[in-house]
């Protein structure tokens, strides 16, 4: 089982207490990637896998964009694990709640859990690709509270998947969401996420081309003759 460090920190607790912290602070625990089976958890020291571009992205926080870039005919997988704290040093990690907004989008997956620490099993349904599409932790059951969301598609010859994860503290406006929320410090930021599928427009069949230079040779020779019927 994981182990979690509880930090209270005294200045910053009293900080809190009496009313002069004017923002909450978000802070990343861990978070990982899983790409066709492929397990990278970037705070156990894993490296970010080919493909995946972080430069957008603050792992202190934890806020920012990342985008993933995956090819290859085929079935593929994408799942992301995100496990934040809010205000943790001031009122704790187990006071959160999270939530899930809007419908997913076909192929689209995520959960919402107590990160495996105590009763979760959100990390292991990251590491096996099996996000349930549940909230573990929602309002009124508070506790310490990771996000999951997935992708599951296919790839034709020469198409390219372009998949992005967006974690803000801004909510969106439409579409599918999870939100990650410090009741305490009256705080909360989003995460969701958009896939977009690219491809090599298709090589003309040959019998097509053969067809259009017939049909080419043939306006030309209709040019000609009309030209030269006027000498």
């Known amino acids: ?18 009313g002069l912290s004017a923002h909450a602070i978000p802070s990343l625990f861990e978070y990982g990637f899983n790409i066709d089976g492929t397990v990278s958890d970037i705070t156990l020291g894993d490296a970010v896998p ?24 085929g079935a593929h997988t994408f799942d992301a694990f995100f496990d934040h704290e809010i205000d943790e040093a001031i009122n704790t990690y187990f006071n959160e709640s999270g939530a899930a907004t809007g419908v997913a989008s076909a192929g689209q997956s995520w959960e919402i859990d107590e990160p495996g620490f105590v009763f979760g099993d959100i990390y ?6 099996t996000l349930d599409n549940s909230n573990g932790v929602p ?27 967006l974690l803000s503290e801004t909510m969106p406006t439409g579409g599918f969401y999870l939100s990650h929320t410090d009741p305490d410090s009256n705080y909360t930021f989003y995460l ?4 977009d599928i690219t491809g090599t427009p298709p090589a003309p069949e040959p019998t097509l081309v053969y067809l259009l230079a017939i049909g080419m040779a043939g306006l030309l020779a209709t ?9």
């Open 192 to 195: 969701s996420s958009a896939l």
């Open 223 to 231: 040019s000609r003759r009309r030209s030269l019927s006027k000498v």
């Open 139 to 165: 309002a009124g059951l508070e506790d310490d509270v990771s996000l999951a969301m997935g992708w599951d598609f296919f790839l034709g010859a020469g198409d390219t998947a372009t998949i992005s994860l």
């Open 1 to 18: 089982m994981k182990i979690k460090r509880f930090i209270v920190s005294v200045g910053a607790a009293v900080l809190g207490l009496s």
């Open 50 to 73: 080919g493909g995946v571009n972080v430069a957008g992205f603050d792992d202190v926080s934890g806020l920012g964009t990342i985008t993933v870039s995956i090819s290859g005919a």
């Open 124 to 129: 292991t349904n990251f590491e096996d690709s």
